[in-house]
């Protein structure tokens, strides 16, 4: 069973830039999807960010896109979301998911497509 922990949450002032981390264990597989999901309050979960091991692609929401970035932290062993120019309008909890193996069930930034959740991280964007 893959467990999933993420780090780096916090308080910035809008404009201002914060990374996460999502560090996993358990992978029975190098080729994995991994995602950032986003939950405002009151508000449906949304897929942020999202990218594949086994092609290296990724894929963005498009109020994101442009000022964020999903990577691999090869030495750190975590998938990092680097948000820059944040907004108000981004303050949420933030969850990484992940599913093993080359076949997604659905669209990349579905919640749907994902097996594991962490527990998430709250980013907060205030003035």
């Known amino acids: 069973q893959v467990q999933l922990v993420e780090s780096g949450g916090g308080s910035v002032q809008p404009g201002g830039s914060l990374r996460l981390s999502c560090a996993a264990s358990g992978y029975t597989t190098s080729i994995y999807y991994m995602a950032w999901f986003r939950q405002a309050p009151g508000k449906e979960r949304e897929g942020v960010a999202a990218l594949y091991t086994g092609r290296e692609v990724t894929k963005y929401a498009d109020s994101v896109k442009g000022r964020f970035t999903i990577s691999r932290d090869y030495i750190k062993g975590t998938v990092d979301l680097q948000m820059n120019s944040l907004k108000p309008a981004d303050t949420a909890m933030y969850y990484c998911?992940?599913?093993?193996?080359?076949?997604?069930?659905?669209?990349?930034?579905?919640?749907?497509?994902?097996?594991?959740w962490g527990q998430g991280t709250q980013v907060t964007v205030s003035s």
């Open positions: 998911a992940t599913r093993e193996g080359r076949t997604l069930p659905g669209m990349l930034l579905a919640q749907e497509s994902y097996e594991y």
